[in-house]
């Protein structure tokens, strides 16, 4: 394929495209990527820029330290994205240089014609300084609004190793339907979950089309394991959608109500329930207000949050955010433990969990409840039972905490606040 020629050029374009929506419109990928400027290109097309695009914002503070040296001043936006994606294609990719250098200067030409020699020269003195230049440079520092919380919490060092394993692209985990499930070949993890070193294309790996099995994050498999649900109980998923952990609940046997505020994303529950053939009671309704028939044996609660957990996956999330919108979720999520306790049956069993590696989403929301709810007592047992349990996962009794550095040797998890409770 001609590279620099607009089979080479249009994927990068539309990569540049994302990035910049990220780092200058403060936009996460999952909007972009639903707008039609992205969503009406080829799926080629679309599946090489989104690739690029992850890959450059994991390695986005390397590229700049390895081109730093070639730069008489800092470049324009524009121009800086053009030139981190060139160069983690070069340094980190392996991709030739010819093709990579032709590509950026064609692209530069398009919008930004006065630094095209820049960009030529910059690139091909960072080829000549060869890939040592790479291996000196140090994994991307997060965001200060993002590092300053987390070094109060884990202490820089810890922090260090999460940004190292921010710039793995992360396996392909699924969660099998069942213990006769058709499941591609990979790595079956202590916890039960299924993992795969190269993801490829999800809808064509075996076992997809008959709904054998479900994506989802080693971490994000634990609280459904956690609540145990078991066949004929009366289960309520308090923040369902897009139905991950549904999934999980509905395949042990229970009567599982699922609901959600956000009708778009229940219509991705509504698949998820479909393309598996299990099957789930829907409710679109706001948790603060529904009022169910009768209360629940079991409640499992993933509440909104900052997602910083995600971040392996979602590279895009820090530099699109900016802190200001968490503070607001700390409070609603007490709301809504209050409401999940209102709703449990005495002797009811409730996970309360969240994406997040803040602690104000989940140790100190696990104190304040037991404070509120003398009724909760923390179910360390649920924990012992729990297969493939890590000591250091354990943040408190009945309750553990992944981070994105744990497991290293199988490629990493994503960090979740985890809590098993009984109510008396
Ligand atoms: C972390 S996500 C849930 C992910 C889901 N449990 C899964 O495993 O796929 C949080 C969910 O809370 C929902 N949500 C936010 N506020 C809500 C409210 N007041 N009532 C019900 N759902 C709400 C959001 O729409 C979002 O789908």
Known sequence: MGEGQPSGTAPRQLALDLLQGVWEEKMLLAELEQHPHFAEKP?????????????????????????????????????????????VELLAEGEAPHGVVNAAVTLAKREHAKAAPMVN?????????????????????????????????????????????FEATPPLDLTPKSESATLPDGEMLPTGTLRLAKAGQVSALPGFETGDWWVQDAAAALPARLLAAKPGERVLDLCAAPGGKTLQLAASGADVTALDISEARLERLHENLARTG???????????????????????????????????????????????????????????????????????????????????????????????????????????????????????????????????????????????????
């Not at 000196?136 to 993002?146: G, H, S, V």
């Not at 590092?147 to 202490?155: H, I, Q, V």
């Not at 609603?332 to 433990?337: G, K, N, R």
């Not at 349990?389 to 990493?412: C, H, K, N, S």
């Open 43 to 87: 799926a080629e097309i679309r599946a090489r820029a989104a690739r690029l695009a992850r890959t450059t914002l994991r390695l986005a503070g390397r590229a700049d330290a390895a081109m730093k040296p070639f730069l008489q001043r800092p470049p324009r936006p524009g121009i800086q994205a053009l030139l981190r994606l060139a160069v």
């Open 121 to 165: 020269a910059v690139l091909r003195r960072v080829v000549e300084n060869g890939q040592g230049g790479w291996d000196k440079t140090q994994p991307q520092r997060l965001p200060n609004w993002l590092r300053g919380r987390l070094g109060a919490t884990y202490g820089n060092a810890r922090v260090s190793r999460m940004e190292a394993a």
């Open 278 to 424: 299990l099957t789930a009671n829907v409710v679109g309704a706001d948790a603060l207000e529904w009022q169910p028939e009768a209360p629940f044996d079991a409640i499992l609660f993933d509440a909104p949050c900052s997602a910083t957990g995600t971040i392996r996956r979602h590279p895009d999330l820090p530099f699109a955010k900016d802190g200001a919108g968490v503070k607001p979720l700390f409070a609603l999520q007490a709301q809504m433990i209050d409401r999940a306790v209102a709703l449990l049956s005495p002797g009811g069993r409730l996970v309360f969990c969240t994406c997040s590696l803040l602690p104000e989403e989940g140790e100190k929301q696990l104190e304040a409840m037991l404070e509120r709810h003398p009724v909760l007592s923390p179910d360390q047992a649920a924990i012992d039972a729990l297969a493939g349990f890590e000591p250091d996962w354990q943040a408190a009794p009945g309750a553990l905490r992944t981070t994105p550095e744990m497991w290293p040797e199988r490629g990493g998890l994503d960090g979740f606040f985890i809590a098993a409770l009984r109510k008396a």
